[in-house]
């Protein structure tokens, strides 16, 4: 909008004038309109590697979550078979009482 900056309040613009300053201002909104697609092309690929990290870093959380119940899994079962093995007789009458409660909430 160079041609305005020249102009005093008691100029009037000529078509001329006019004209120009609308080629420019088509210029400019086609420039804007040319930043705004590379932005948001930026913005997408910004956001998808974001979710990507994101994904990512949830797998491995889960893993390693999986992991720790995994082995959390396996300790209690080795302790219940070692107190299996100790003491049989109460462990056969804990596991017929536990079957006994589950006949009797079935029946309900």
Not at 64 to 81: H, M, T
């Amino acid at each position: 909008m160079a041609p305005a900056a020249g102009r005093t309040a008691t100029d009037a613009p000529s078509n001329s004038d006019l004209e120009a300053d609308i080629r420019q201002l088509r210029a400019d909104i086609e420039e804007l309109t040319r930043q705004l697609a590379k932005t948001g092309e930026h913005g997408y690929g910004a956001a998808r590697h974001a979710a990507s990290e994101g994904v990512e870093h949830l797998r491995a959380q889960g893993e390693a979550a999986f992991e720790s119940v995994r082995g959390s899994a396996q300790d209690i079962e080795a302790q219940l078979v070692a107190t299996v093995r100790e003491k049989p007789v109460t462990s056969l009458a804990i596991a017929a009482g536990v079957g006994f409660l589950f006949a009797l909430l079935s029946r309900r």
